[in-house]
């Protein structure tokens, strides 16, 4: 059965054999296919091989799993297709002498830093106008109480 050679974008490479469940691509560390990117989720989507083919299953990803630029909650994966994960994108190929998968990981490009620029000045307050004013309203005073003893007319 052919494996399946992840070639990290450090360099670095990891051979993996294929089981009876999917080799996961993912955040979490036991992830066989660990990519960190915050936009993967944590178990994002799987590669298997069965039948002589290798298939892409996304795994309810949050951002979703692209081939080639479109959407795919699962297919067959052929030598050169593209897979988009998050912001990450792998290259998928297969060795023509062993037949093993390849999954080449681009490195993420950062885009050139954007120059800072301050932020404009709030914009003045619109001038006073009369109804933005007030006045205190008085209101008359009741009459003092009659003084003790007086008798009511």
């Given amino acids: 059965m052919p494996s399946l050679i992840y ?3 450090d360099g670095t490479e990891k051979t993996l054999e294929f089981g009876s469940k999917p080799l996961i691509v993912g955040r979490l560390s036991g992830s066989e296919i660990q990519v960190h990117d ?3 989720s944590r178990v994002h989507c799987g590669i298997s091989y069965a039948n002589n083919q290798f298939t892409l299953k996304d795994l309810g990803s949050t951002n979703g799993t692209y081939r080639n630029g479109a959407r795919v909650f699962e297919g067959n994966l052929s030598a050169g297709d593209k897979i988009q994960v998050g912001n990450t994108t792998l ?3 297969i060795d023509s002498a062993s037949r093993n998968g390849i ?3 681009i490195p993420q490009l950062a885009g050139p830093p954007r120059p800072v ?3 404009p ?3 003045p307050p619109p001038p006073p106008s009369v109804a933005n004013h007030t006045a205190e309203v008085k209101f008359p005073s009741p009459p003092p109480p009659p003084p003790p003893g007086a008798t009511k007319k």
């Fill in 38 to 40: 915050a936009f993967i």
């Fill in 91 to 93: 290259i998928f190929e």
């Fill in 7 to 9: 070639k990290r974008s």
């Fill in 117 to 119: 620029t301050p932020a």
């Fill in 103 to 105: 999954l080449r990981q």
């Fill in 121 to 123: 000045p709030p914009p």
